[in-house]
């Protein structure tokens, strides 16, 4: 019991390091990094009902949609409800949101700012910690289940999803140039760049990595609006919810956190799970009237294509809008995507490690703008989280059908035994790859789209 005997449990905690080290399950750097860690245990009663009531307020939300209890289950007696509430994952995200954002105030002047966090395990879907204010205590508005605001480019992974489930490489070039589309209205919509440039012919991990307008776009519009919303859909949103109109591939849809959570927690297991949890058990009278199932849906995403999204996610944090967690933690794998909307009103962060999904909003409550965006917001507070709770390495499983390839600057494949420079060497979907040697380059095609991207150059 590490409340009773805390130097038991650390020298315990140490034993079992010692033996992971010798058995090379993990490396003598974890070994240091863990055995110099102090237990963390929290304080008994610090996360009782009345000290985390937006994680309650999800429970409570859960409890009354299940049919196996109803609206008026809580008001009996002789219930024990058993939740997926981790006391350390949540202590870390109040502490997140609580100093960091003191931290944003005092730099920028900017007072009055709010979050909210929901912190889960993609492996199990379920919820491990809910901030709902940056006064965690404070049992009023939940900004997680009720602050449904603009995503921003949050919601780009799922069109690049798509795109590489009809035929898109990684490798496939895009002509960041001007754009106008015509909408249904009559009027002209031309994106742009958050650096108000174009940047001609890039690849679209690049612009992926980088969260680029006009080439997200460009792909959007070339695979369909239409399987851009079914995407959507495959990992949890209902129809009615998502827009019809190309602003979409931008983020013009308005999600709580509790469901941007929940679509990158689906994205994380190819569909398998759309409904996050915070229920295990519950008992009622001594017997057991709900017990979550373990096995997973069926899955609704095709591998291929959630691993080229994760891997592109993971290239983020190296060389595009992720790079503060990148330098935060520069031997570590993480995933990540940042968000901002119109005028810097909300700033977004999604992180998935190893083991968990956190979806961070920073932003004022009465809309006006924060002068943030995501990486300079909500980035800085899921880095704090992690650099209290700890980040384990994301390690991708490549699945069947995934090969890694060289694709040269014109977006072509090319044979290994070529001798080309400046090769970029990226997985791709091999069942989507049409060959036509020539010469030692092989161009690429699909029954999709033509490589290089050229229809939407202009």
């Known amino acids: 019991d590490p409340w ?42 610090s996360m009782n009902y009345s000290k985390t009531p937006a994680f309650m307020g999800v429970l409570k939300k859960e409890i009354a949609s299940k049919k196996e209890f109803g609206p008026d289950f809580l008001s009996g007696n002789g219930i024990k409800i058993f939740t997926s509430l981790d006391p350390q994952s949540q202590k870390a995200a109040e502490n997140a949101v609580e100093k960091e954002l003191s931290a944003i105030e005092r730099e920028t002047g900017r007072k009055g700012l709010e979050a909210a ?18 006064t965690p ?38 002509n960041d140039v001007p754009i106008s589309i015509r909408l249904s209205n009559g009027k002209l919509w031309q994106p742009k760049n958050d650096d108000k440039q174009t940047h001609g012919l890039i690849p679209t991990y690049v612009a992926m990595a980088r969260s680029m307008n006009i080439p997200t776009v460009k792909i959007g519009m070339r695979v369909g609006l239409n399987n851009v919303r079914q995407t959507l859909m495959n ?28 679509i990158y927690s689906s994205l994380a297991t190819d569909g398998a799970y759309k409904d996050l ?43 595009g ?29 999604v992180g998935i490690d190893s083991d968990q999904v956190v979806a961070t909003w920073v932003g004022f409550d009465d809309n006006k ?16 989280f992690l650099t209290e709770r700890g980040v384990n390495s994301l390690e991708l499983n490549k699945p069947d059908g995934i090969k890694f390839v060289n694709f040269n600057q014109e977006g072509n494949i090319v ?25 030692c380059a092989f161009s690429v095609g699909s029954e999709y789209t033509p490589v290089p991207f050229s229809p939407l150059s202009n």
């Open 277 to 319: 949890t915070t229920l295990r058990t519950v008992v009622k009278d001594g017997k057991v009237v709900y017990e979550r199932s373990n096995s997973r849906l069926e899955t609704t995403i095709d591998p291929r294509d959630s691993y080229l999204t994760l891997y592109v996610m993971m290239q983020a944090t190296k060389i």
């Open 235 to 262: 990992v949890g949103l209902e129809d009615n919810r998502i827009p019809n109109y190309p602003s979409l591939f931008l983020g013009t849809i308005e999600l709580t956190p509790f469901e941007v959570a929940q």
């Open 117 to 134: 966090m929901v912190v889960s395990s993609w492996r199990t879907a379920e919820v491990s910690a809910v901030v709902g204010s940056r």
């Open 137 to 174: 205590q404070y049992a009023g508005f939940n900004r997680v289940l009720e602050g449904r605001r603009q995503v921003g480019s949050i919601i780009k992974p799922f069109v690049y999803l798509t795109a590489f489930h009809n035929g898109i490489h990684l490798g496939t070039m895009v």
């Open 369 to 384: 703008s924060t002068g943030l965006f995501g990486a300079s917001g909500a980035m800085r507070v899921y880095g704090r």
């Open 4 to 45: 009773r005997h805390p130097e038991k449990a650390l020298e315990r905690r140490d034993v079992v390091l010692s033996v992971l080290k010798k058995r090379n399950i993990i490396t003598q750097t974890a070994y240091e990094q863990y055995s110099a860690r102090p237990l963390g245990v929290i304080k008994r009663g």
């Open 321 to 349: 809008t992720g790079r503060r967690i990148g330098r935060l933690f520069p031997n570590v794998n993480i995933a990540t995507k940042t968000g901002t909307t119109n005028d810097n009103r909300d700033s977004w962060t």
């Open 415 to 439: 044979s290994d035994e070529c001798l080309i420079p400046n090769l970029n060497y990226l997985p791709a979907r091999i069942d989507k790859i049409r060959y036509v040697k020539t010469d």
